[in-house]
């Protein structure tokens, strides 16, 4: 079944238009409400969200929403996306809710929801929320005396604080460590750099200043280069870059050189395998990351199992094999003993544990094998077409395939936010990779003039 609001990661847009408006927000909490309203006793919903300025136009709306079907509302403010979720277990909530485009730029936003458990919906509890609101909502309005009531929880960050701080390990601190924390004036601007400083590093903060406006402008993890420029001027260890909700992380060694995803997914399963914390011998990863990882894992008698893009798809097969440990080269880590989602902290608070206890520099710890050559492009197409249709966009994908002859892969997927068209090679032969992006992208391009 066609999807019409929710995309790979909640619904998501441009602020105030198309299904980012107050009205769809205002829908989202009576179909969710109605969803999620089973049993007698007073149900709740906890909604957070990032510094977008637009967050001030759907938090009311989402509320109002709720409110009218009877639900009570619990507003925790800026926070990160895994700590609503947290917070959603914690209070027995009925589910939650933030409001987050994560890394896009602050004229988007989204909504991003949890059931009871703290784990994001499945596909069929999406598509029974979008039934839900289309369908009109004039018989199941409560009556006035039955309607739900709002209230901010004051001492959110300190509880989320406390979480994470615990997922560290209380043999350990963080003295004699000089951390780079990058928050993108994204959600984490409050939590990240204080459990740090608490832990016992010195902490240089970035990112801290949200206006509403800046959130993932130039800093974060979607632009690195800002990290490595400030540890290398500080002398720094580490360098720890979030992005707009805080699910995700990428890591800068002491030598200012970034550390994607698949690298901090190698650290920590060798570092688990070797403590006997790792369930399953297994990673779950998508269908985006490196041959190098791959060859990597099976090197230490690890599989790796991979997915559709979406850190939610990794949780599913996570919790379907019982295993412990996934991913996304983009930085999403889930650590299930811990998390029920991606949490930048709590997987940058592992690599720091590592780091504590070998007593090695990043750059050592962090570079457990050489990256296939891997090129991503992403090309934009005109709305109500679907190149991955058309003959000679599916001709181009296979000679692709055919030209690098089983020594590489090719993977194309379209966005589930936007428009466009993600068209991704690996392999040994860098120039190949690039040819063949290339013309797979043209062939796209001249189709969606």
Known sequence: M??????????????????????VAMR??????????????????????????????????????????????????PMPTPAVAMLTR???ADLGVMISASHNPFQDNGLKLF????????????????????????????????????????????????????TFPKSQRLDGLKIVVDCANGAAYRTAPSVLWELGAEVVAIGVSPNGKNINEKCGSTYPELICEHVVL?????GIALDGDADRLIICDENGQVIDGDQLMATVAKYMKTTDKLSGNAVVTTIMSNLGLEKYLKSIDLDLIRTKVGDRYVVEAMRERGLNLGGEQSGHIVLSD??????????????????????????EICN???????????VRYAQGTDPLAMPRVKEAIKEG?????GSGRVVIRKSGTEPLIRVMAEGQDDKLITEVVNDIVTTVEELSI
Do not use: C, W
């Open 368 to 378: 457990l094998y050489t990256a296939y050559p891997q090129l991503l492009k992403n």
């Open 234 to 238: 500080h002398n720094a260890d580490i």
């Open 90 to 92: 914690s209070l027995r």
């Open 338 to 363: 811990f998390a029920t989602t991606g949490d930048g902290l709590i997987a940058a608070l592992q690599i720091l544990s590592v780091l504590v206890t070998t007593g090695k520099p990043v750059s």
């Open 115 to 166: 059931g009871p458990d703290g784990y994001k919906l499945s596909d069929e509890i999406e598509l029974e929320i979008e039934r839900r609101m289309d369908n009109g909502y004039a018989d199941h309005l409560v009556p006035s005396e039955k309607l739900g009531r709002a209230q901010r929880l004051k001492n959110a960050v300190g509880r989320y604080m406390e979480f994470a701080k615990n």
């Open 28 to 77: 989202v909490g009576m179909a969710a409400a109605k969803h999620f309203t089973r049993g007698s006793h007073q149900h709740r919903v906890v909604i957070g969200k990032d510094t977008r300025l637009s967050g001030y136009l759907l938090e009311p709306a989402l509320a109002s929403g709720f409110i009218s079907m009877g639900m009570d509302v619990i507003m925790v403010g």
């Open 2 to 23: 066609a999807r019409k609001y929710f995309g790979t990661d909640g619904i998501r847009g441009k602020a105030n238009e198309g299904n980012m408006t107050a009205e």
């Open 401 to 405: 395939e055919n030209r690098l002859n």
